[in-house]
């Protein structure tokens, strides 16, 4: 089993910034790679960037979010974090770290992860 623990989340100002965390633990040898998904109220769960935990470091993204996210991780500290830039209203949302084990390619659909966070409440608002 592996565990995932978010944290970071509050209330961010619009055009702010915010940095999530997720820490994971347990069998995390094979988890790869590593994703950010968020859900609003009565909206569907939608991706928003992820990144190999092997390899590479470069993350990949949603198309309508790149250039406000960034996705970085440190290994030795089991714990990749999300980035949000240029904060809008729009962002509100429930974030939620999860993890695959398969060594998917990009994976961007939540059907293709296999364990998941707690989530943590992102609020953007004057």
């Known amino acids: 089993q592996v565990q995932l623990v978010e944290s970071g989340g509050g209330l961010v100002q619009p055009g702010g910034s915010l940095r999530l965390s997720c820490a994971a633990s347990?069998?995390?040898?094979?988890?790869?790679?590593m994703g950010w998904f968020r859900q609003a109220p009565g909206k569907e769960r939608e991706f928003v960037a992820g990144i190999n935990t092997r390899g590479r470091l470069a993350g990949f993204f949603a198309d309508s979010l790149y250039g406000r996210f960034t996705v970085f991780r440190r290994n030795d500290l089991n714990t990749v974090y999300l980035e949000m830039f240029s904060a809008k209203p729009g962002d509100t949302a429930v974030y939620y770290c999860a993890a695959d084990e398969s060594g998917g390619s990009e994976p961007r659909n939540a059907v293709d992860y296999d364990y998941w966070g707690q989530g943590t409440q992102v609020t953007v608002s004057s």
């Open positions: 347990g069998r995390i040898v094979g988890i790869n790679p």
